[in-house]
Structure formats: C-alpha cells, structure tokens
C-alpha cells in the first residue's frame, strides 16, 4: 500500500471513530441523529428557534431517552441548552447558523420542569425560553397476539 493510500485509510478511520464517539456521547448534539439498534426508545420533541422564540412542539414527555429535533428557522445564529430545576445544564446543541438544525439526545430519569433556553448574547431576556415537564414513564405491555 503507498504511502498516499495508508494516510488517506487511517485518516477515515479516525473520523469513523471521532464521529462514533461524539454521536454516543451523553449531552452532545449528533447532526445525523442515527442511532444503534440497540438503543432504547426514545421520545422525539421538535423545538423550533426563531427570533425571540422557542417553540415546543411536545410539551410532556415521560422518563427516558428525550430526542430534542431543533432548527434554527430565524436569521441569526441561536443555541438550546436543557436546563434542569436544579438549574444544572443537561445538554446542548451548541450554535445553529440559520436554516440548520440538529438533532440532541438526552436521558432525563427526574421527573420536573426543564428550561429550553438560547444562551446567545440576551436572547434568553428577550424571549427565548420555553418549559417542558418530564413525567412518570408508563411500562408497555408485550404484545401478546396469537394466544
């Protein structure tokens, strides 16, 4: 193998591996939003940013993984960071150019009121905050068709 061609192996090879590791990572946003197959359920949220507005699109979500699906829909760059009530910072998406969305997920076991909130220059004083509640989970039953 050339020289050229082992640079350019190992080179994707680090990537896969960089990429692997930050998509795992727990309170780090992942762009694609894949997931394994073995990763539990997960509740899906869109949280919609805009100039000076957080939307929620789902305002409960019970116990567990929370898949906060975010998009930038203003003209100027915004975060989200997840807030617990302890006032403890969950997990962020970091900084969104306008049009980009990204995908964040978090386990959030303790039930309560979270703040959604864009830590940008004053953006969180001039509007940009929402709450959402974690409830109780509810235990699924197997489906037990054909008995």
Do not use: W
């Not at 949280?47 to 930038?72: I, K, M, S, W």
């Not at 962020?92 to 303790?110: F, N």
């Amino acid at each position: 193998m050339s020289a050229r061609r082992a640079t350019t192996a190992a080179m994707a090879v680090a990537a896969a591996v960089a990429a692997t590791v930050a998509a795992h990572a727990p309170g780090v946003a992942s762009g694609s939003g894949a997931s394994t197959a073995r990763s539990a359920p997960s509740t899906a949220v869109g949280v919609d940013l805009d100039e000076f507005d957080v939307v929620v699109y789902r305002r409960r979500a019970p116990q567990g993984t929370v898949r906060f699906n975010v998009t930038n829909h203003g003209e100027d760059p915004h975060d989200l960071v997840v807030i617990d009530a302890k006032g403890r910072r969950r997990g962020t998406v970091g900084v969104l150019q306008p049009a980009e969305r990204r995908t964040l997920r978090l386990t959030l076991r303790t039930r309560g009121v979270y703040r959604l909130v864009c830590t940008l220059g004053n953006h969180e004083q001039r509007g940009m905050l929402a709450r959402m509640r974690i409830t109780k989970a509810t235990q699924r039953r197997a489906s037990r068709s054909g008995r």
